[in-house]
């Protein structure tokens, strides 16, 4: 139980020598290409002209060209890491070169008629868990950590990868796999009436680790948040305003992003960081299509669209509905059972009455149009996921995989529990617990299989 499939994979020696661009694709001052492998430093040595890059000390850094023969492609810094000083844990090169796309390339193919071989997706980090380096959820928070579109989402994804709930869950699963050894041994004993494992401290241990297993739990909510944004619809009627609420929300988000110069997206469409949450407006363009949205809410298809929202905005004109009506529409947002935000628009044009019954009614008044009061609309949204920013101790899980894998560690200790109140045998116990330990190593990686490393790593991009 405790070896897994790990000591296969602990020991692996990658004979070969990968190479790729590190940074963006595109024009930039500096374009970093990095090589990992047992000949890293042997095959630059070959291409460059300047020291002698195997006489060097590891952690250096060293000017002089790249050549091909006798063209030369390129002046580079070449920063070496030797043994297993490097991130991967194998000998490692980064070139800095000038940041064109054509001497990158240039480079690399030098790099590969020397022997290197072209890395596939996520394969530098595959290697450092691999190597050791660190354990599953941690390498899978580096993909989380290069993608962060917000503050908060880095700094969980910084917690995770700096060792997160991965430590914890490693001693838990030692302290079960000791338990489960004790079963195991009983079984062995078969019809001799012997209990190794003592029922009342498996009983606490497992309490312990539901409890643990709980709060993780808990946190995926709002860890989902952080990391995947928010799914927000803007709904109502036609001319309620939809469209333009949408651009005054963005308005000023987009003008911020584009006044930072060099900015990977040129236009971010319908997306908004508030309070270091991301909302994201989903098919907002489907929804203006669909006429009256409201109205239309019978229908499977539109439906459908609205339960994608983990929020709604939900716009009513206030110059052009009656109380009557908004009472009707209301009762329909309901059923949905997704939050929803209560929105008057026009109030510019409203009628008083109207707006004195709505009051009482829990209504965000504003002129999308005017720009009148976006900024309590964002505060009432804000309130909604009473977002706290993360700070470095939190332990929050923002990975679907890690979830499922703790909801279902989470059950196979149940039925321990359950089990035991039954007075059920021990290798009914044993079954169960082997299943916990199952899930609970899938999260950390000392159960892995080729499958689940190939899925998990053939989603990062190549260079990572
Ligand atoms: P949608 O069909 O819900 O997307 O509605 P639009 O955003 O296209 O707006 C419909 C009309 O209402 C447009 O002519 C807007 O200029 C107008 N409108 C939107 N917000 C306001 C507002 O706050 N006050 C007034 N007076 N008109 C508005």
Redesign the pocket.
């Known amino acids: 139980i405790k070896s897994g499939f790990r000591c296969t994979f602990a020991s692996m020696q990658h004979s070969d020598t990968i190479v790729a661009l590190a940074t963006a694709q595109g024009i930039s001052a500096i374009a970093v290409i990095r090589l990992s492998g047992p000949d890293a430093i042997d095959l630059v040595q070959r291409t460059f002209r300047g020291k002698d890059l195997r006489e060097q000390p590891s952690h250096t850094i060293h000017f002089g060209t790249i050549v091909d023969g006798d063209r030369m492609i390129d002046e580079v810094l070449v920063a070496i890491f030797k043994g297993n000083r490097s991130f991967t844990k194998e000998p490692s090169v980064e070139i800095s070169c000038h940041g064109s796309p054509v001497i990158a390339k240039e480079i690399i193919k030098v790099l590969l008629k020397q022997g290197a071989r072209l890395a596939e997706p996520g394969e530098y980090t595959k290697r450092a868990f691999l190597n050791g380096r660190f354990d599953l959820a941690q390498a899978e928070a580096v993909a989380d950590l290069i993608h962060a579109e917000t503050d908060n989402a880095r700094q969980a994804a910084l917690n995770q990868m700096r060792g997160g709930f991965s430590k914890e869950i490693a001693h838990l699963r030692e302290e079960l796999i000791h338990f489960a050894s004790l079963i195991e041994l009983e079984l062995d004993f078969g019809e001799e009436d012997v209990e190794f494992a003592k029922r009342d401290d498996l009983r606490h241990l497992i309490e312990r680790i539901q409890s643990y297993l709980r709060a993780l739990i808990q946190s995926f909510d709002h860890g989902n948040v952080i990391k995947n944004g928010v799914p927000t619809v803007i709904a ?1 009627k ?8 949408l651009n005054a929300l963005l308005n000023e988000e987009k003008a911020i992003v584009s006044d930072i110069p060099g900015t990977t997206r040129d236009v971010i469409e319908d997306e908004m960081i508030l309070g270091g949450i991301n909302f994201r407006f989903i098919d907002t363009a489907g929804l ?1 299509e669909t006429q009256d949205v409201i109205e239309a809410m019978g229908v499977e298809r539109t439906r459908e669209r609205m339960k994608k929202a983990s929020v709604i905005l939900y ?1 009513i004109d206030l ?1 052009s509905t009656t109380s009557a009506q908004i009472e009707e529409e209301e009762g329909t947002l309901k059923e949905l059972g997704i939050p929803y935000l209560k929105v008057g ?5 409203a009628d008083p009455t109207l707006v004195e019954t709505l009051r009482s009614h829990d209504f965000t008044f504003i ?4 720009k009148t009061n976006i900024q309590g609309l964002k505060d009432r949204l804000l309130d909604l996921f009473k977002i706290r920013t993360v700070t470095t101790g939190d332990v929050l899980v923002t990975n679907l995989r890690h979830y499922q894998n703790l909801l279902q560690t989470n059950d196979a200790l149940t039925r321990v529990l359950d089990s035991m109140d039954n007075g059920i045998t021990g290798d009914f116990l044993a079954m169960d617990i082997r299943q916990a330990l199952h899930y609970l190593g899938e999260i950390t990686g000392s159960i892995t299989t080729e499958d689940l490393l190939d899925n998990i790593f053939s989603k990062f991009c190549i260079g990572k």
């Open positions: 109502g036609p001319n309620a305003g939809k469209s333009t609420l203006r716009l110059s628009n026009k109030i510019d044009k002129s999308a149009a005017g």
